[in-house]
T-cell receptor
Framework: EADIYQTPRYLVIGTGKKITLECSQTMGHDKMYWYQQDPGMELHLIHYSYGVNSTEKGDLSSESTVSRIRTEHFPLTLESARPSHTSQYLC??????????????FGSGTQLSVL | DAKTTQPNSMESNEEEPVHLPCNHSTISGTDYIHWYRQLPSQGPEYVIHGLTSNVNNRMASLAIAEDRKSSTLILHRATLRDAAVYYCILEISNFGNEKLTFGTGTRLTIIP
């Protein structure tokens, strides 16, 4: 079973607030990802990391930032939230041996609503 | 980039087999085919993946065409809990920088 956790599950905040979405995994996986998904739409990769001190931008441009100070932790931060940031944010991890085994484990997601 | 094409939606009766098709005509020789599913209000979960040979696991079977331009996910006996969006994804070989790009998937409805 996957052990990857996201908090909070739901977040409603006002415009201009700084927020951090938490993501932790206990599997010791090197590679971690953040995807963004609007209702009924596809997932878009916004950030990923190969390991500690590694962060990369994904396929979809995002105003959010990420950090990877510890293997198990990959938080996502929005410095000033706007209504356009309203979406579901999904965190995932994989073992990163490279090649064929990009088997992702996903958290349950954070549904963010910015008023 | 190689892409996949899936029907937007499918319906199936409970306790019957389900065949979910996927076309990937631009697949290259080293690209793996992955399937994930997303249950309502949850993150996606891994179902199965393969390269050339058909694959079986406890969740499903993956049948890959001989020319690899299409594949089919087979749920042998659908239950109501299998109602989900199923994503067919190509893992593009990229020297350790492989990423999975999700499309819109197939929304599977199970009829009791």
């Amino acid at each position: 079973e996957a052990d990857i956790y996201q908090t909070p599950r739901y977040l409603v905040i006002g415009t201009g607030k700084k927020i951090t979405l938490e993501c932790s995994q206990t599997m010791g996986h090197d590679k971690m990802y953040w995807y963004q998904q609007d209702p009924g739409m596809e997932l878009h990769l916004i950030h990923y990391s190969y390991g500690v001190n590694s962060t990369e931008k994904g396929d979809l441009s995002s105003e959010s930032t990420v950090s990877r100070i510890r293997t198990e932790h990959f938080p996502l931060t929005l410095e000033s939230a706007r209504p356009s940031h309203t979406s579901q944010y999904l965190c995932a991890s994989s073992e990163y041996p490279g090649g064929s085994n990009e088997k992702l484990f996903f958290g349950s997601g954070t549904q963010l609503s910015v008023l | 980039d190689a892409k996949t094409t899936q029907p937007n939606s499918m319906e199936s009766n409970e306790e019957e087999p389900v065949h979910l098709p996927c076309n990937h005509s631009t697949i290259s020789g080293t690209d793996y085919i992955h399937w994930y599913r997303q249950l309502p209000s949850q993150g996606p979960e891994y179902v199965i993946h393969g390269l050339t040979s058909n694959v079986n696991n406890r969740m499903a079977s993956l049948a890959i065409a001989e020319d690899r331009k299409s594949s089919t996910l087979i749920l042998h006996r659908a239950t109501l809990r299998d109602a989900a969006v199923y994503y067919c994804i190509l893992e593009i070989s990229n020297f350790g920088n492989e990423k999975l790009t999700f499309g819109t998937g197939t929304r599977l409805t199970i009829i009791p």
